[in-house]
């Protein structure tokens, strides 16, 4: 069974950093999208960032003001999603999302277009 695991999230004071990791089991990342969302309780599910393997092509939502960076670790088959500047709005229950192929900046943050996800981690900022 394919499974993802985002872990890492916690509560945070705002200005503060999280590192989140994305874990996946029963498939390798190579030739796909992996996508970060996040979600807060009555909205839509919002595209974060992604990054393509193994070409490495990143993608960010404009909100986010070059505050948050994703990477690969190849060799443990794991993508980070580094968060600095923290704010409240970031506030979110994160998840990490696949899916075969790549795609263009409007395709890979839109949540739609993935089918594979998992669990996803909370991240809470404190004002």
């Known amino acids: 069974d394919v499974q993802l695991q985002a872990f890492g999230g916690g509560l945070v004071q705002a200005g503060g950093s999280l590192r989140l990791s994305c874990a996946a089991s029963?498939?390798?990342?190579?030739?796909?999208?992996i996508g970060w969302f996040r979600q807060v309780p009555g909205k839509e599910r919002e595209g974060v960032s992604s990054?393509?393997?193994?070409?490495?092509?990143?993608y960010y939502a404009n909100s986010l003001m070059g505050r948050f960076t994703i990477s690969v670790n190849d060799a443990k088959n794991t993508v980070y999603l580094q968060m600095n500047g923290l704010k409240p709005e970031d506030t979110a229950v994160y998840y990490c999302?696949?899916?075969?192929?790549?795609?263009?900046?409007?395709?890979?943050?839109?949540?739609?277009?993935?089918?594979?996800w998992g669990q996803g981690t909370q991240v809470t900022v404190s004002s």
């Open positions: 999302e696949a899916f075969d192929g790549f795609g263009s900046a409007g395709q890979v943050l839109d949540p739609r277009g993935y089918h594979y």
């Open positions: 990054i393509s393997i193994p070409y490495g092509r990143t």
């Open positions: 029963g498939f390798e990342f190579d030739d796909r999208t």
